[in-house]
């Protein structure tokens, strides 16, 4: 089955150079990477907004983009909807009319462009908005309306660049659950670019993360999260994530220390995965059946609510996770001397 977006993206803009593949069918699929990624960028090619310097570009099987071949097809040529993260609507138009100006360039009669804007903005909670101009807009309502506008005419590839940025936590619920319903109600590819896992655990099927330009992990939020292919998937998963290599049923780590580990066949280079939950504090050596003892400083404590998380400088740091009433039997706060052990089973084991 032919994809419905087929790209080999290289370009570079500024100082980000992007070397990046994408076959996308029809599904949801978020982009998803720290600031400065390159995730925009990749959105931008896509759209036809910045060409390729090398590689190319195919919406359902239509090659858009071929610098080798000297071919380029205009953003208002290739089947696309897009909303960016600042809304750049018509100050002229009230909301409905911005909405439905992309069905009215298409040919479709005013009354039954307006009728789809209308019921497209209702479903983003916009429904006594109709008449608004831009000015009259908060920036949550504006970001609303630049969605309505992307999504109004169900286009082949709907790009979304951080569409809820501009929105309040309670506006973000809404809209969030209210996108959600009408992506997974449309074809094509849908592609959010986005840094919050939240709203790639929410709002898609797969998820492409972006570092560097480079795309290093793809997957369904729990593949990628169960093994983070980086340290900045990691810290998203809130799991420990440590390099090094096995021999004998251990693991000598980089930046040293060591952990021992339940299988003995695993060799060679490895990513060793541990949940903060498996890490068990202690204020002296406890013996016990756990293989893996360090000693450890508190470094940071916050409080998750019924849970404290505990940051420690080894090595090996870590993060752990413990009970509340466990945190305060420990008196535990920064610069307090601790020891923390792991059972050799708890941790994942890939090979690098």
Request: proline share 6%; no cysteine; aromatic share 2%.
């Amino acid at each position: 089955m032919t994809p419905v977006v087929d790209a080999v993206v290289g370009v570079t803009v500024g100082d980000t150079t992007i070397a990046a593949d994408l076959s996308i069918g029809d599904e949801v699929v978020a982009l998803l990477g720290p600031n400065g990624a390159g995730k925009t960028t990749i959105l931008r090619t896509l759209a036809g907004l910045t060409p390729v310097d090398s590689g190319s570009i195919a919406i359902d099987g239509v090659v858009v983009d071929d610098p080798a071949r000297g071919w380029f097809v205009p953003p208002d040529r290739r089947p696309i909807g897009v909303a960016f993260q600042d809304a750049r609507l018509w100050p002229f138009l009230d909301a409905r009319d911005n909405v439905a100006f992309p069905l009215r360039s298409q040919g479709l009669r005013r009354r039954l462009a307006r009728t789809a804007a209308s019921r497209t903005l209702a479903e983003l909670g916009l429904s006594d908005r109709l008449r608004a101009r831009p000015a009259q807009l908060s920036g949550g309502e504006a970001q609303r309306v630049a969605l309505a506008r992307a999504l109004v005419t169900r286009p082949r590839v709907l790009l979304l660049d951080e569409p809820l940025a501009a929105l309040d936590a309670a506006t973000r619920t809404v809209v969030r659950r209210a996108l959600r319903a009408r992506l997974a109600a449309s074809g094509g590819a849908r592609i959010v670019v986005t840094h919050d896992p939240v709203d790639a655990a929410v709002l898609a099927d797969r998820i492409v993360v972006v570092e560097r330009g480079r795309i290093v992990q793809t997957g369904t939020l729990a593949e990628v999260t169960l093994s983070p292919g980086s340290q900045f998937v990691a810290d998203l998963a809130g799991v420990n994530r440590l390099i090094g290599t096995a021999r004998d049923g251990e693991v000598s780590l980089v930046g040293g220390g060591a952990v021992r580990i339940a299988d003995r066949s695993v060799t060679g280079a490895v990513t060793v995965t541990v949940h903060p939950r498996s890490v068990v504090l202690h204020r002296s050596d406890p013996g016990g059946s756990a293989r893996n003892h360090w000693l450890a400083t508190v470094t940071d404590v916050t409080d998750l609510g019924d849970r404290v998380r505990v940051r420690l400088a080894g090595p090996p740091d870590l993060v752990a996770e413990v009970t509340r009433a466990a945190a305060d039997d420990l008196h535990l706060g920064p610069g307090s001397r601790i020891v923390a052990s792991v059972k050799a089973t708890e941790p994942t084991v890939v090979a690098s």
